[in-house]
Nanobody, 123 residues
Framework: QVQLVESGGGLVQAGGTLRLSCAFS????????MGWFRQAPGKEREFVAA????????GHADSVKGRFTASRDNAKNTLYLQMNSLKPEDTAVYYC????????????????WGQGTQVTVSS
């Protein structure tokens, strides 16, 4: 069974940086498409970024493109999200997700989820 554990969230001022990590265990990490999603209070969960190692595909939502970068280290079974130039509207709970399949940005296609980590950006 896949297990995902996020870390790295916190409180940061606007313009600051954070790096989130997602530790993957239970299966072969490189077989999985890994995604980052976020959910702000009163809003639906939204796609942030995703990475599929076997197809070499990595994508980011338009709202974070140029500021956030998703990457993965298959040797460490870890997914990262480097977040630069943070804005108050980035405030949300950030979730790591995994699916054994091709790249997709649809959250309903991901079968495994972490517990989430809170990111709060103050103005």
């Amino acid at each position: 069974q896949v297990q995902l554990v996020e870390s790295g969230g916190g409180l940061v001022q606007a313009g600051g940086t954070l790096r989130l990590s997602c530790a993957f265990s239970g299966r072969t990490f490189s077989d999985y498409t890994m995604g980052w999603f976020r959910q702000a209070p009163g809003k639906e969960r939204e796609f942030v970024a995703a990475s599929t190692w076997f197809s070499g595909t990595t994508g980011h939502a338009d709202s974070v493109k140029g500021r956030f970068t998703a990457s993965r280290d298959n040797a460490k079974n870890t997914l990262y999200l480097q977040m630069n130039s943070l804005k108050p509207e980035d405030t949300a709970v950030y979730y790591c997700a995994a699916r054994r399949g091709t790249y997709t940005i649809a959250p309903e296609e991901y079968g495994y989820w972490g517990q989430g980590t809170q990111v709060t950006v103050s103005s």
